[in-house]
């Protein structure tokens, strides 16, 4: 009996493996972020937003509490149309290199491209198509003083280790924007590469962050608005 | 009136060597249930892992929060770890199940509870706030969160493993069939 038992051991556990071996190479899980798809696709493709998703975490309130008068946005704040025409259409799995200069000429490396940052006028070609999610990665009290119009609150945190719910009610297809305070912050890169790890295609990153967005007029909100239920 | 046990231990396949009221038969009777018990659950979780809606995503996500295999410097073993456990799982558990291989089949799930055990200390030690992901999106005996009740359902299940692994016959089980013919193969003569 003894004689046998270690062969078995390391044959079922060879066979586990391999297995797992097979499967992984057949459907395996994505660990890095993908270049994101066309922006002018992933727009025209996405189901449009829903204000509110359906399964909400208990708590999340059913209307965004806008506590400030909406709109902010000043019309030469609007980035050209020319960001998402047919006109700058782009294959190379990057957003539309044909994309107006963000406001205040801002410029990505492509290295920041292909991890899937955008400009601030392509997140708020995003915002105007009415297809896409924002999402706030920053914690709960810098969500709460002000956020983009609709973004969902859902910290770095929210992820490890889980879905959060607020995710599991957007569409596979809809574009995603992710941000946090700009610059090098990490969380927004983070939750972007958890999204893609979820199955998410279309997950961007607003390089600019919160405090980009705010500084160039765009529409906001302070408030609780609809956040990850802790 | 001859119990089971007695009979057992009377018929001439039986551990009992002729002590019928020894630990060691005991524990071959406890042995049944729990390797049902065992087997259903390690096939419960490697099903929730593999073959649910997301599941593999789940439970990759759940090892990437456990910060032992960063898949962003071994994306190789990353993958193994995603894929190779629920795999080992499942065939540890249809062996545990059909009682083929038992010992080595006991072996291998407390092999595998040893190392989550260890895991879940250091996720804990190093205060990770993250879900288990044991069982894939299902928390049947303990919370969302990683916590000491892990620790003690992981317990459980490892001296249920161990008691398989020391039960020295296996009732309902292919091993105690295969075992005579075995025993009782002609010799080849030369």
Redesign the interface.
Known sequence: ?KC??IP??I???A???S???V??KL??????VDAPGNMLDAVKNAPKREPSPGSKPTGAPTKPDVKTPEPVVPDQAVPPPAAITPSAPSNTGTPSPGAAPAAGDETLTPAQRSKGHITLAEAYTLFKSDTAYFIDTRKKSDYEEGHVKDAFGIPL?A?????PKLVDAIDRSSPIVCYCIGGNCDESDEVAK?LN???YKNVYIMHAGFPGWKAAGYPIQTGPGIQEAE | MDTPLKIACQSGTSCCGGSCASKTCVLSYLAVPFRFALGGLFLLAAFNKLFVERGPQHFAASVKAFKAIDPDQAPMLFQLAVFGTPWVEIFAGVALILGLWTRAAAGVIAGLLVVFIALIVSVILRDLNTECGCFGKLSPFCGDKVGVCNIVQNIVLLAMALAIANARTQFFALDSILAPIKNHRPAVRG
Not at chain 1, 27 to 32: D, E, I, L, R
């Open positions: 009996m046998t038992f078995q051991f044959i079922l556990v066979l586990g493996l297995a797992g071996f499967h992984s459907a395996p899980v994505k660990t890095t945190s992820f490890l280790g889980k879905s958890n790890l979820m199955g």
